[in-house]
């Protein structure tokens, strides 16, 4: 163990890839469910200063057609898909092989996801096919939301979401509902002079009138000035999938929204 703890101390800091055969860092358990850990994310960085940073540039825009922080890829979707590019390389491009261990491909995969950030959150990007049967089936969310005309209203459309938001984003809205939820998409409920509740989502709104879906889905527009109550919530009406879906379906959910782009 002392020997161990010798060597740590004399590796360079940029240099996973100086570590002896047989010593890796160890990944810390993941702080939320479908997640990378800190401890993935801050070794990913190492490695990609010391690997990857001359081709891919600092930012990970260094390749015509391919931005790493951003999640534009021109072959790849899942996670596996990116530890595939990285052991196998590219064939006649200049993407060479890197005989890198599974610890070290995690810790790259998740500096990616993370977005480069290194205090940042790496969401798991698992299967898409995985993830659309589970959205449809143990999720329910077809109960709520719409994609490509299919489903339910009373939540937001999500046909073009993985256009507009990040694996992270996508993944802390099913762990973590309230703290994503948009100002645009708060619960309202409103109240009329005439005594009639209503109870939606909020579509649009401008000085005079205000537009909700309602929970039956339907479209309800209404005049301020017939109002004698309204209220905009902050506890978001979607459940957390936090206890209801493992790790691994969380990662192929997110997958699954991330494929759609409109």
Same mark, same amino acid.
């Given at each position: ?15 996973? %890839?100086?570590?002896?055969?047989? =010593?890796?860092? @160890? ?11 800190? @401890? ?18 600092? /930012? ?11 999640? /534009?890829? #021109? ?6 898909? $990116?530890?595939?590019?990285? /052991? ?13 261990? +599974?610890?070290?491909?995690?810790? @790259? ?8 950030? *290194?205090?940042?959150?790496?969401? #798991? *990007? ?7 049967? @589970? ?20 939540? +937001?459309?999500? /046909?073009?979401?993985?256009? %507009?938001?990040?694996?992270? %984003? ?10 994503? $939820?948009?100002?645009?998409?708060? +619960? =309202?409920?409103? *109240?009329? #002079? ?37 209220? *905009? ?26 494929? $759609?782009?409109?």
């Amino acid at each position: 163990m002392k020997r161990l703890s010798l060597l740590l101390l004399v590796l360079p800091v940029c240099g996973l %890839m100086a570590l002896p055969p047989g =010593v890796e860092r @160890v990944a810390a358990q993941e702080q939320h469910p479908g997640e990378y850990s800190p @401890v993935d994310i801050e070794n990913g960085s190492r490695l990609y200063t010391s690997q990857c940073i001359t081709c891919h540039g600092p /930012t990970g825009d260094g390749v015509s057609g391919i931005d790493l922080r951003r999640g /534009t890829f #021109k072959r790849i979707a899942s996670d596996d898909d $990116l530890r595939s590019v990285i /052991t196998g390389g590219v064939p006649g491009t200049g993407m060479p092989k890197f005989a890198f261990s +599974p610890t070290e491909q995690n810790g @790259v995969v998740a500096y990616i996801r993370a977005g480069f950030e *290194v205090g940042g959150r790496a969401a #798991k *990007v698992g299967d898409t096919k995985r993830g659309k049967q @589970v959205f449809e089936t143990k999720g329910g969310c077809t109960g709520c939301h719409r994609v490509e005309g299919n489903g339910a209203r009373k939540g +937001p459309d999500l /046909t073009d979401i993985g256009a %507009m938001r990040s694996a992270t %984003m996508l993944q802390q809205s099913l762990t973590e509902p309230t703290g994503a $939820l948009l100002p645009i998409n708060r +619960p =309202v409920r409103a *109240v009329t #002079k005439a005594g009639k509740t209503m109870t939606g989502r909020r579509l649009n709104e401008d000085t005079y009138t205000v537009q909700i879906i309602d929970e039956s889905g339907r479209l309800q527009s209404l005049l301020k000035a017939d109002l004698k109550e309204f209220q *905009v919530q902050t506890a978001s009406p979607m459940p957390s999938f936090r206890d209801t879906l493992t790790a691994d379906e969380i990662a192929d959910v997110v997958a699954y929204l991330l494929s $759609l782009k409109g």
